[in-house]
């Protein structure tokens, strides 16, 4: 299997794809076998995984709590312990949950979740025709966003209220988890409400406050995209009923 199947194949499974794309993969998945095949394989490779983070952890909670010497008992108390152990062990299971649910939906790890680049955009069309806009857009779409900023920072510098540049170079810091930089590049569009990145704009702006820690912001951005018709709302929906 090919990275960029394997990649995709985990994106869906972690519900990191568009809904389009989600769809599309769908429909491929419902007449390829083998795909279909691949795709179960590594549902159970994760579940596994996240069963023996859950073990691991109640072993350390254990360590930690209950690690000291075991005391002299009495016969009558010998009797009570496998129920004590029973509860103990229950207690363990909910504190154990109770944690590895509150950090799967925390906001830096929804912004985890959740976060994929926007597609970048075709570097043969006529506005493209800046070379240098084209070599950082080769470079983004290779996953190089520190080489992709490089390329347009000069182009930004000359032009700062450019919405494509602006969107662009916000996705690229986000991508490098410079949130404050994210911010305030994605700011400027969305702001502007006649970009045709405003939405988009909007989506990757909360993703931002999430990934810094601030999900008060967040949630306002999230409200208004559950009140639109765009590819985010479900999303959004999603994302505001896990936020504590």
């Given at each position: ?30 007449e390829n076998e083998e795909l279909a ?35 002299v008992v009495s016969i009558q108390r ?167």
């Amino acid at each position: 299997m090919d990275e960029l199947l394997f990649e995709k194949i985990e994106a869906y499974l972690q519900g990191q794809l568009t809904p389009e794309e989600r769809e599309l993969f769908e429909a491929n998945l419902a007449e390829n076998e083998e795909l279909a095949a691949e795709v179960t394989l590594q549902q159970e490779l994760i579940h596994s995984i996240e069963t023996e983070s859950l073990r691991q952890l109640l072993e350390q909670i254990h360590e930690e709590n209950f690690a000291e010497e075991t005391p002299v008992v009495s016969i009558q108390r010998q009797r009570f312990l496998p129920y004590m152990a029973v509860a103990a062990s229950l207690s363990l299971l909910v504190i154990g949950w109770w944690y590895f649910t509150s950090q799967q939906s925390s906001p830096t790890a929804l912004y985890s979740a959740y976060f994929s680049p926007a597609a970048g955009l075709p570097t043969t069309l006529s506005y493209t025709r800046n070379a240098q806009f084209s070599e950082g857009m080769i470079s983004y779409k290779l996953g190089d966003y520190a080489e992709a900023r490089e390329w347009w920072q000069p182009l930004l510098e000359a032009d700062p209220e450019n919405d494509t540049l602006n969107f662009y170079v916000g996705i690229a810091s986000l991508a490098e988890e410079q949130a404050d930089l994210a911010i305030e590049y994605l700011n400027k569009v969305e702001e502007n409400t006649l970009s045709v990145y405003h939405i988009d704009a909007q989506w990757y702006l909360a993703l931002a406050y999430l990934q810094n820690e601030q999900p008060a912001k967040a949630k306002e951005i999230l409200s208004s995209l559950t009140e639109k018709e765009s590819a985010y709302r479900e999303e959004s929906q999603e994302i505001l009923s896990k936020l504590q």
